[in-house]
């Protein structure tokens, strides 16, 4: 079995320049817990709704928001994501995506094509789903 066969095809990915409150947006109208960045059509980085937790303000919309808070919701995702993000081709075997979620605190990857385009994505549930005991 290899990558293509269990990824999801449907893939939503926000450009490098959109800022957290969509990107926020799209994470929880979806349900989704991760969105590749692209530039100029290729994968450049991923976000992950830790690394919103870990960004946004806890105290937008309270009585204590301060003005920094709100701050927070203006940063852009290529000030948020994760870099370089670890990725797999369609041709993958599920083999090396596994010694990837073992070897490395990742829970999700991004399938690419040649060109660097994101044509899937793998988590660790795709896996489970597809697993056969």
């Known amino acids: 079995m290899k990558a ?12 490098i320049d959109e800022r957290l409150p969509e990107i926020k ?32 303000s806890p105290f937008i919309d309270r009585v204590s928001e301060q003005p920094r808070d709100l701050d927070t919701l203006n940063r852009a995702a290529h000030q948020v994501m994760t ?32 060109e660097e385009q994101v044509i899937g994505m793998i988590s660790w549930r795709d896996l489970i789903n597809h697993a056969t005991f």
């Open 83 to 114: 870099r370089q993000p670890i990725s797999v081709k369609a041709e993958t075997p599920i083999e090396e995506i596994l010694a990837w979620f073992k070897r490395v605190d990742i829970s999700c990857l991004p399938v690419i094509d040649n």
């Open 4 to 15: 293509q066969d269990i990824m999801a095809k449907t893939v939503i990915s926000v450009d």
């Open 25 to 56: 947006k799209i994470l929880e109208t979806h349900a989704f817990h991760h969105l590749p960045v692209i530039e100029n059509g290729k994968l450049v980085g991923i976000i992950s709704d830790r690394d919103l937790l870990r960004i946004i």
